[in-house]
């Protein structure tokens, strides 16, 4: 089932429309003609009370002025464009905690707002598109990744160079075709800083943008560079004093540690802050089911850090999602 917002959005509709439909066509036509019979018995006339016995009730008036509001809502959100809020940072430098980013509800299907079943087939994901989709381990929470590997590709991830591989084609103790053209620019430094987090002193971690000339106390700066990925180009971060953790990655049966084979159906997902993302690299692969739409826009941005209240605003990160 989908999030409970979806849930009592759809029933607070239906009953508003209920009410709206029933004062529409049967409270209202009552309202008239005990307006008009009063009238008439008070020859054109009718007294305060009887106006006030014949007034549409205040509940009824509220409710009813609301419903087109929330059937609106509920259209758009449900079938068209749905708000989120970027609340970590494993998609830096694509994205940043703070960013507010509109998801295209329709790009992967037509689906219903509680079930999230598919009722229109639309499209399916392509390799570098950013994603919106359920955690396979807690459908109750969003996550958001891109996409690498898509059903049938091998992917694999090298932890040493921290580069990936795709190979389209693949089937289970099947050779696979080519290897996709997936190229990496120089690892240069970036625009961020990453601090972290310490028990004792009650200091917590966090990405903080800052000159390549100035630094915070304890912090590392991250590392950039661009990822080809086929015909998407786009900026990964990497912590360069990081080491995967090998051990705690998805193990796929059949295959070798650091490569999997997508299944039918469903995608591999990964952050572009790789050293500070849980992706598919460590929990497996995302359903078609689970996917909620493709990121498309920052509609607003609040300089701010995880869990933290806001400190400014960065009205230049308004637009397009590459």
Not at 62 to 73: D, E, H, K, R
Not at 83 to 103: K, N, Y
Not at 232 to 237: F, G
Request: glycine share 10%.
């Amino acid at each position: 089932m989908a999030n409970m917002f979806a849930l009592i959005l759809v029933i607070a509709t239906l009953v508003t429309g209920l009410l709206w439909c029933m004062d529409k066509f049967v409270f209202a036509p009552k309202r008239r003609r005990a307006q008009k019979n009063d009238g008439n018995a008070q020859q054109g006339t009718p007294d305060r009370a009887a106006l006030k016995k014949a007034a549409k009730p205040g509940w009824l008036e509220t409710c009813a002025s609301i419903f087109p509001v929330l059937a609106i809502v509920l259209i758009v959100r449900s079938f068209i464009y749905e708000p989120f809020q970027i609340p970590s940072g494993s998609m830096m430098p694509t994205l940043l905690i703070g960013d507010f980013i509109l998801v295209e509800k329709y790009a992967y299907g037509i689906k219903d707002p509680v079930f999230q079943k598919t009722l229109i087939e639309t499209g399916h994901p392509k390799r570098g598109d950013v994603v919106v989709f359920k955690y396979p381990r807690n459908p109750t929470v969003d996550y958001i990744k891109r996409v690498v590997g898509l059903p049938g590709d091998r992917v694999s991830y090298d932890p040493i160079t921290k580069q990936v591989t795709v190979e389209p084609n693949c089937r289970s103790g099947q050779a696979c075709d080519n290897a996709l053209a997936l190229t990496y620019g120089n690892v240069e430094p970036s625009d961020f800083v990453e601090t972290f987090s310490h028990g004792d002193d009650g200091s917590r971690g966090g990405f903080w943008q800052m000159p390549q000339d100035q630094t915070r106390e304890g912090g590392v700066r991250l590392a950039v560079r661009t990822e080809q990925l086929g015909d998407v180009a786009h900026r990964i971060l990497l912590l360069p004093i990081a080491q995967d953790q090998v051990g705690l990655y998805f193990h796929q049966s059949g295959m070798p540690s650091a490569s999997w084979i997508v299944p039918p159906g469903q995608y591999f997902m990964m952050g572009d802050n790789r050293d500070n993302s849980e992706d598919s690299r460590y929990w497996g692969f995302v359903p078609e089911q689970n996917l909620v739409g493709k990121a498309v826009a920052i509609w607003m941005s609040f300089e701010k850090q995880q869990g933290e209240w806001p400190t400014g605003i960065r009205l230049s990160r308004i637009g397009g999602i590459h």
